[in-house]
């Protein structure tokens, strides 16, 4: 399986889940709920429920609220960006603060960790380099005229995508630009890059195909793919209605799938913008979305998120339970993890559907959810972040709907093997016949050559005893005439006598 490199940041999409968290809060702050009927008659407070049981820790540090997150590759750091121009980098390991990175003049839109270094993009157009451990900024970038919104380092190239209609791609040593990709006619949201060695596959010939892939998303409605060495658009992906807003590949590298504004997911053909299949069944904009194997996980704005076959088209799950916007996701060892806009996060048996625990502490809505070894890192709107424990989720995975598909599994496995042992019995049966019938061939052959000369001799002895027998009788009627003729005459005699 390859690794591609996915954008990861925010667009208006912050701004869009703050507006719409605090219409929900005002709407349902206080009311009839909140209170029950006491013992003694009188209307009292219901007491609050525990809905921070499994929650470890809540990182406090910023000022405003959250937009974006990431973790490095060990899942001991995350970095966060928010409204208050700050990254802050955490370590989960210990649960407390790290580094503050202090030095963009507006609001943080993207963030990345790799390796020993950080990157973050800002509303103020640049993009900057530090170093984790000193949190000093190495590298300050420059050259887009309007708000960055995603980022990709690879180590050897620096990927940037903004509302100036424009992607770039820098040497991230020293900030120096090479390439700038034009042609978008609206701004750009995600970015994906996906690098040679995983481009080329055992299937294609081309030697040309064998090339670096950077692929971009844009509020124009159409993605695409650019030429690494010139930096000229290769394939624009054609046939949405509506702005792309997340992008995905599936694990060979050559099939791309476009989330969009106009309510579905569209599949690709990578290499020649071909599109495969239109996947429609969500009511409002698709948010996010996470390829694993052959099926495919999306989050939207309609409140629920989806499970698709991406072969072909169907949806075999809704996840249900999400009062607002999903706004991310995702898949690991057989569950299913969502970040939503009613200030939760959730947990769901992505095989059944069945919603197995609610993750609730968080004031305003969550930005970004990440998973680390037997933990879940929320970040949030209301400035936070949370550390939930997930060690013991898989083990409380339900049966529900399990059962009824491992039945239906197993028996769609006996009919297949009864109907391939039957098809096998009658490819016997006719090849016995077949044999059989061979043999009575061949068998009455050879008792013909056998039977051939005793046959040719009695037919040539019966020809000769039928020549015999009628030669016998044809001397014998004239012997008799003759006798006849002598007794007249005798007659004749005595009578004249």
Same mark, same amino acid.
């Given at each position: ?22 219409? @929900? ?10 209170? &029950? ?24 540090? $910023? ?52 390796? =020993? ?18 949190? $000093? ?47 978008? +006619? ?43 060495? /010139? ?28 989330? /969009? ?14 599109? @495969? ?6 009511? /409002? ?25 991406? &072969? ?9 339970? $999400? ?6 996701? %995702?898949? %690991? ?41 037997? %933990? ?14 997930? &060690? ?9 709907? =399990? ?13 297949? +093997?009864? &109907? ?7 490819? %016997? ?69």
């Amino acid at each position: 399986m390859f690794k591609f490199k996915m954008g990861c940041g925010t667009s208006t999409k912050a701004e869009q889940l703050k507006n719409e968290d605090e219409k @929900f809060n005002k709407d349902n702050k206080g009311g009839e709920d909140e209170y &029950e009927i006491g013992k003694d008659g009188k209307k009292v407070k219901k007491k609050k429920k525990k809905d921070d049981e499994y929650l470890l820790q809540t990182l406090q540090g $910023h000022k405003g609220g959250i937009n974006c997150m990431g973790t490095n590759e060990t899942g001991q750091y995350i970095i966060t960006g928010s409204e208050d121009k700050t990254a802050i980098i955490w370590d989960v390991n210990i649960k407390k603060l790290f580094k503050v990175l202090k030095g963009h003049k507006s609001y943080l839109t993207c963030v990345q960790l790799l390796e =020993e270094y950080a990157y973050t993009g800002s509303a103020d157009k640049t993009v900057r380099k530090w170093d984790i451990q000193t949190g $000093h900024c190495e590298v300050v970038i420059e050259g887009h005229a309007g708000p960055i919104n995603r980022l990709i380092c690879t180590g050897d190239f620096l990927f940037t995508g903004s509302y100036d209609r424009t992607a770039m791609c820098w040497d991230p040593d020293d900030g120096e630009l090479l390439h700038i990709f034009r042609g978008h +006619k609206r701004g750009i949201t995600p970015l994906m890059y996906i690098p040679a060695e995983d481009a080329l596959k055992d299937d294609v010939t081309d030697i040309d195909s064998n090339k670096d892939m950077f692929i971009t998303g844009s509020a124009d409605g159409t993605a695409k793919s650019w030429n690494m060495d /010139s930096g000229d658009c290769e394939v624009t992906f054609r046939g949405h209605k509506g702005g792309i807003l997340c992008l995905s590949a599936d694990s060979t590298g050559t099939v791309l799938f476009t989330g /969009s504004g106009d309510c579905t997911v569209r599949s690709w053909n990578i290499t020649n913008g071909d599109q @495969f299949k239109v996947f429609e069944g969500h009511e /409002s904009a698709i948010v996010c979305l996470q390829v694993i194997n052959k099926l495919m996980y999306t989050g939207s704005s309609d409140q629920r998120a989806k499970c698709w076959i991406t &072969e072909f088209g169907d949806c075999t799950r809704t996840y249900d339970g $999400h009062k607002h916007t999903v706004s991310s996701l %995702r898949f %690991r060892d057989g569950l299913l993890y969502t970040g939503c806009g009613d200030n939760s996060a959730r947990v769901f048996d992505a095989k059944s559907g069945a919603l197995k625990r609610t993750f609730k502490g968080h004031d305003f809505c969550i930005n970004a959810i990440a998973l680390v070894p037997n %933990r879940m890192i929320t970040a949030s709107h209301d400035a936070t972040v949370k550390i939930w424990d997930i &060690e013991d989720v898989k083990e409380d995975i339900t049966n529900f709907g =399990e059962d009824d598909e491992d039945k239906e599994k197993e028996e769609k496995k006996k009919k297949k +093997k009864a &109907e391939k042992e039957r098809k096998e019995k009658e490819k %016997r049966e006719k090849k016995e016949r077949e044999k059989n019938k061979k043999n009575q061939v061949e068998s009455v052959e050879m008792t013909d050559q056998t039977s051939l000369p005793e046959k040719n001799e009695f037919e040539n002895n019966e020809k000769q005893g039928e020549t015999g027998s009628t030669g016998s009788e044809k001397k014998d009627p004239e012997k008799g005439a003759n006798d006849t003729d002598d007794d007249i005459e005798a007659i004749s005699r005595d009578m004249g006598d």
